[in-house]
């Protein structure tokens, strides 16, 4: 079992970067792939990106393609996700993922096993 803890949400105006971090504790970090998820206000939950155990392997939604960044530190059990040009539509509560299957990719809320309890990201125009 993983206890993941997100941290690293703010307030930040259209055009401003972020980087959310996520530690991860209670199991060997490199058993898992991770996954970047938000939930806007009143709208389901939305797979962002996802990194394999190694991280050489990532994938994302097209939203954010090209703007954010999935990382991870396996040394120190961290999975970070870097947010450039910002905006409003990216304001959301962003979870961090655990998923099993090491090698996974998935953009399936359904395949992750472990989740934090969130981090609010709040974009103003």
């Known amino acids: 079992q993983v206890q993941l803890v997100e941290s690293g949400g703010g307030l930040v105006q259209t055009g401003d970067s972020l980087r959310l971090s996520c530690r991860a504790s209670?199991?060997?970090?490199?058993?898992?792939?991770m996954g970047w998820f938000r939930q806007a206000a009143g709208k389901e939950r939305q797979f962002v990106a996802a990194i394999n155990w190694s991280g050489v392997g990532t994938y994302y939604n097209d939203s954010v393609k090209g703007r954010f960044t999935i990382s991870r530190d396996n040394p120190n059990n961290t999975v970070f996700l870097q947010m450039s040009s910002l905006n409003p539509e990216d304001t959301a509560v962003y979870y961090c993922a655990a998923d099993q299957a090491r090698w996974g990719l998935s953009h399936a809320q359904s395949e992750y096993e472990y989740w934090g309890q969130g981090t609010q990201v709040t974009v103003s125009s």
């Open positions: 209670g199991s060997n970090f490199k058993n898992y792939a």
